[in-house]
């Protein structure tokens, strides 16, 4: 058969998936569920939100559980599935960072241009505050807070433009993105630290930011890391 005859159509919709597996007993249907989730995800290059993966499974099908499973069979190996940016990834366990920084020079994920401390400063603010104009950015470290800067944020895809802003001129706001999420490694806006909590056991204040001072860890893209200090330029 020629491989004209074999291309599929513009208008041929493709060949439907069995999700429901009902000629399969219950532990052989789940096995199945288990490998469809594992294989989309690996094979993915973003985050695979909820929605794609239940393209690939039956309406009844727990995905909870599903995943729940998938991580469990992965506790002894060097990679894991984790919740990122509203979707699922296979992550290198960061206990192998070592590893893989000695056999390729940079931990997986870690390919981006590091950010420099005001760069991490300035995204630390518009994370906890956006929707935020460069203005107000600049009234709240009392210095102009530069479009370069704005720009290599922009650049790393970390921000977007927001909705414009009601003050006169209509200015843009800034957002994170998707991109910001799974730098982060955070699965929703909702799992950065309470700001008001790390203002009440003294680890935060807004005049800490003011003065330059910022978790080291929103700095190296690990989410860890002691207090370090910088002044915006």
């Given amino acids: 058969m020629s491989e004209a005859s074999t291309r599929r159509k513009p208008n041929q919709q493709p060949a439907l998936l069995d999700t429901e597996l009902e000629h399969l007993p219950p532990e052989l249907r789940w096995r199945e569920w288990m490998g469809r989730i594992e294989a989309v995800v690996f094979a ?3 985050p695979v939100p909820r929605e ?9 099908c727990n995905l909870e559980l599903i995943i729940d499973d998938i991580r469990a069979e992965l506790a002894g190996r060097p990679y894991e599935l984790v919740a990122v940016a509203g979707g699922w990834q296979h992550r290198t366990k960061k206990i192998f960072g070592d590893a893989i920084r000695a056999a390729f020079g940079t931990p997986a994920g870690e390919g981006a241009k590091e950010l420099s401390q005001s760069d991490a400063l300035v995204l630390m603010c518009i994370a906890y505050f956006q929707p935020i104009t460069r203005g107000e950015l600049s009234s709240f470290f009392g210095k102009e807070v530069s479009r370069d800067l704005i ?33 982060f490694g955070l699965d929703t806006l909702r799992q950065l630290p309470d700001f008001e909590a790390l203002e009440d056991a003294g680890l935060l204040s807004k005049e800490k930011l003011l003065a330059g001072r910022i978790p080291g860890g929103l700095a190296n893209g690990d989410g860890e890391g002691d207090v370090v200090e910088d002044q915006v330029p």
């Fill in 151 to 183: 720009g290599i944020l922009r650049a790393q895809d970390l921000i977007a433009s927001g909705p414009r802003s009601p003050q006169p001129g209509a200015p843009y706001t800034y957002v994170t993105t998707k991109t910001f999420l799974s730098q």
């Fill in 52 to 60: 794609m993966l239940a393209r690939v499974v039956g309406k009844n």
């Fill in 44 to 46: 993915a290059s973003e």
